[in-house]
């Protein structure tokens, strides 16, 4: 697997393309080996894991190129237009006050180094500062909204090899950055109406964008943001989410079906298990990246949907962190369900720091060794 002159894992063998391989295992089909994949790394993974710093590695995307993982792309489109102008505010030493593109006060390291930043204030707090921000920045006539199908087209064409999704957004996770969690748990109470019009909002706006694109693409999936969920289980009531955000999602799968696309994910950390069927009565049909330490192990929810549901993700990185044994046993407890099919195994969410490069790459073989081989026949 490994070749003299480099400690990376050779290239997956493989007979099928990309496209082909992930479109059947997502729909429980036969495939030649496992779609290889990875979500990313921490900002800190590019500085001190040796194979990145050496080679120059900076961002996720040319990792995936280094890394030689199956290729996918999803096609996205504008959220906030014009974004916040990023700005520093105050100096305080170590630490710097910013306003960020969603146009929070947030204070940051000044070293870059990654955390969650400590916000401290939103610009919208009343309806009256959400009004003039749709005005200012969610223009459904707004000419940067209209994608240049074109030049997509020439991207992106029809007989490519890989799979190429649709961005459906997000209809609370943005929300939720805007107003900050605190806000968005006061604004549900003190302003719903505010809530649900900005919910309509971000709704109309991906409705808008899948209308211009869909007529022209055969898209494989799609794709979407939430990480409304934290260790505990979602950041909003599920009546919210019965009331306000699933018809919305509805709405959004009704085009999608349209267009035959049946494989949908949303990314939601946490613990989504409570979502899980009012995700499936919208049409959500995939998990991402389901993480374990606040979902459990993947298995008993596979067990439960059966091929309703599909998983991308799932690998504890917890068991990378520990060593080589915990990983070994971890990824052999995933055998069976990447087998069935419907299942993408990959570190539930960015491999941060505390892996080590050596433990990362032993997981990597192991990976190769148990999914790159071809799936059991089906009766």
């Keep these: 697997m490994k070749t003299d002159s480099s400690p990376l894992p050779a290239k997956w063998p493989g007979t099928m393309t990309d496209r082909e391989r992930f479109r059947r295992q997502l729909h429980y089909e036969p495939v030649d080996r496992c779609f290889h994949c990875e979500f990313g790394y921490w900002k800190d993974n590019f500085k001190v894991w040796p194979m990145f710093r050496e080679a120059g590695i900076t961002d996720n995307g040319a990792a995936d190129t280094f890394l030689q993982f199956d290729r996918r792309h999803t096609i996205g489109t504008l959220r906030m237009s014009p974004p916040f102008p990023h700005e520093i505010v105050e100096d305080r030493g170590t630490t710097v006050i ?215 993700g799932g690998v504890d990185k917890r068991a990378l962190i520990a060593g080589r044994s915990e990983t070994k046993a971890y990824l052999e407890s995933l055998v069976p369900y990447v087998e069935r099919g419907g299942f993408i195994p990959h570190v539930d969410h960015r491999c941060p720091p505390d892996v080590t490069q050596e433990n990362y790459l032993y997981y990597l073989d192991l990976k190769q060794q148990m999914f790159g081989l071809p799936s059991p026949p089906t009766e």
């Design 98 to 312: 910013i306003r960020n593109k969603d146009g929070l006060l947030a204070e940051a390291p000044k070293d870059g180094h990654e955390t969650i930043h400590h916000f401290i204030a939103s610009s919208i707090n009343t309806p009256e500062d959400w009004a003039r921000c749709k005005e200012e920045r969610f223009r459904r006539d707004d000419p940067a909204r209209r994608p240049d199908i074109a030049a997509l087209k020439q991207a992106h064409p029809d007989d490519r090899d890989y799979p190429l999704g649709v961005d459906c957004g997000s209809m609370i996770g943005r929300i939720r950055d805007v107003l900050t969690f605190e806000g968005l748990a006061y604004a549900c109470y003190d302003y719903p109406d505010m809530v649900e019009e900005m919910v309509e909002t971000h709704c109309l706006l991906i409705e808008d964008f899948l209308d211009q694109v869909l007529p022209h693409f055969d898209f494989d999936y799609a794709s979407g943001w939430e990480d409304i969920c934290f260790k505990s289980g979602p950041l909003v009531s599920l009546d919210f989410f019965k009331q306000v955000v699933a018809p919305r999602y509805k709405r959004i799968h009704a085009k999608l079906k349209r267009a035959g696309i049946d494989i949908w994910y949303t990314d939601t950390d946490g613990d989504i298990r409570a979502l899980i069927p009012i995700f499936l009565e919208c049409g959500l049909n995939t998990l991402f990246p389901f993480e374990v330490h606040c979902s459990g192990h993947p298995g008993p929810i596979l067990d439960e949907y059966g091929t309703d549901l599909r998983m991308l």
